[in-house]
C-alpha cells in the first residue's frame, strides 16, 4: 500500500468514525465488503445506526448515492426502471431506476416481497440489469448496503439463499456503550444530521484503485487448503442442512484479501480468514432444525462454525 492509499484509508475510517461512535470493528467490516467489491448487509433491531452507517459511507468519497425504501407494495420497476414509450420518436425509451448509482442503501429489504427482493440478484452479482431484452451496465464502484430488521419482527419477508449467497458479509451494529450514547445524545441535541456532515476523503476512482490492488494481495496456498477445510466441514456437518457454496469460499478470499490491504500489507495470514468466518459464512449455512429449536438460527450457525474453526488445523 503506498503512502497516499494508506493516509486515504485512515482518513476514511476517521470520517465514518465520527459518526459511528465505538463501533470500529463494524466500520471496519463496512470498508473490507467496499474493498472487496463485495455488499454488506446489516441485521439489527431498529434505532441502533444501520441506516446512519450507510449514509455515512456513502458521503466519505465522492459518489453517487440512492437510497430505496423497501415496502411490501414496492415492484421491481421502482427499482431497476422501466421502459416507456416516446410518443414523438415511437420508441420505447428506458428510464434507469434508483439501482443506478455507485452506493445504494436498500432500507428494510426484507420488508418487501420476495419478487422485489430478486429484482437485486443480477445488479449485485454482474453489476449490471436486464429490461426488456437489454442489459445495462451499472455504474462503478458500485456497491448495495442493506439493512433488515430481525425476522422476528412483524410484516418481514425472510431473505431466500439466493439473495443472502449474494452478500458478502452480515454484520450487526449492536447497541453502543454508555459513553457512545452520552456522545449521540448530546450530538442530536440541536436535532441535525450527523451522517449528512461527513465530508469526502476521496475519489470514487481512488476506491476503484485500491480494489484493484485488493485483487494483488497475496493469498498462500496453505491459506486456501484452510478455508477448503473449513468450506467441507460446512458441507458435512450433520448440524448444517447446506453449507457454504464455492461463490462463498471465494468470497471469503476476497474478503480476506480487503482485510490484509486495510492492515497495510501485501500479504494475508490466518487471521485474515479467521477473522472473517463468521460475518462471510454465518448467513450462507442453513441449520439443521433439530439443532435450531432453542436459539436464533443465526446464533446456531455462528455456534456451530466457531465449533469447525477450532477443530479445523490452522497453517503455520
Known amino acids: 500500500m503506498t503512502t497516499a492509499t494508506d493516509k486515504q484509508i485512515v482518513q476514511l475510517q476517521a470520517s465514518i468514525a465520527r459518526v459511528i461512535r465505538g463501533k470500529d470493528e463494524v466500520i471496519r467490516l463496512a470498508l473490507v465488503a467496499l474493498l472487496a467489491k463485495g455488499h454488506l448487509l446489516i441485521e439489527d433491531v431498529p434505532g441502533v445506526?444501520?441506516?446512519?452507517?450507510?449514509?455515512?459511507l456513502a458521503n466519505s468519497f465522492h459518489c453517487s448515492f440512492q437510497r430505496i425504501q423497501f415496502t411490501s407494495d414496492l415492484l421491481p420497476s421502482d427499482v431497476v426502471?422501466?421502459?416507456?414509450?416516446?410518443?414523438v420518436e415511437q420508441r420505447f425509451d428506458f428510464k434507469p431506476g434508483p439501482i443506478f448509482a455507485n452506493i445504494i442503501l436498500a432500507d428494510e429489504i426484507n420488508r418487501t416481497t420476495p419478487k422485489t427482493q430478486s429484482s437485486l440478484l443480477e445488479a449485485m452479482n454482474e453489476a449490471q440489469v436486464t429490461v426488456d431484452n437489454y442489459t445495462h451496465k451499472l455504474p462503478q464502484?458500485?456497491?448495495?448496503?442493506?439493512?433488515q430488521n430481525p425476522v422476528e419482527h412483524h410484516g418481514t419477508y425472510p431473505l431466500p439463499e439466493s439473495q443472502l449467497d449474494r452478500f458478502l458479509l452480515r454484520i450487526g451494529m449492536g447497541y453502543p456503550?454508555?459513553?457512545?450514547?452520552?456522545?449521540?445524545?448530546?450530538?442530536?441535541?440541536?436535532?441535525?444530521?450527523?451522517?449528512?456532515?461527513?465530508?469526502?476523503?476521496?475519489?470514487a476512482a481512488d476506491v476503484e484503485r485500491m480494489q484493484r490492488a485488493v485483487e494483488k494481495v497475496r493469498v498462500d496456498d496453505s491459506l486456501r487448503d484452510y478455508a477448503l477445510d473449513i468450506v467441507e466441514r460446512t458441507r458435512t456437518s450433520e448440524q448444517l442442512t447446506l453449507g457454504v457454496s464455492p461463490r462463498g469460499l471465494l468470497m471469503l478470499q476476497r474478503a480476506a484479501q480487503a482485510r490484509a490491504f486495510l492492515e497495510d500489507r501485501d500479504y494475508c495470514t490466518p487471521d485474515d480468514f479467521k477473522q472473517l468466518v463468521l460475518p462471510v459464512f454465518?448467513?450462507?449455512v442453513v441449520v439443521n432444525a433439530r439443532y435450531a429449536a432453542t436459539q436464533k438460527k443465526s446464533v446456531q450457525a455462528e455456534i456451530i462454525l466457531r465449533e469447525i474453526m477450532e477443530s479445523t488445523s490452522v497453517p503455520l
Open 81 to 87: 426502471g422501466t421502459s416507456v414509450f416516446n410518443q
Open 49 to 56: 445506526g444501520k441506516t446512519t452507517l450507510a449514509q455515512a
Open 141 to 147: 464502484p458500485f456497491m448495495v448496503l442493506a439493512t
Open 177 to 203: 456503550s454508555r459513553d457512545s450514547e452520552r456522545e449521540i445524545m448530546q450530538r442530536h441535541s440541536n436535532g441535525h444530521n450527523a451522517a449528512a456532515e461527513v465530508t469526502p476523503v476521496m475519489e
Open 282 to 284: 454465518a448467513h450462507r
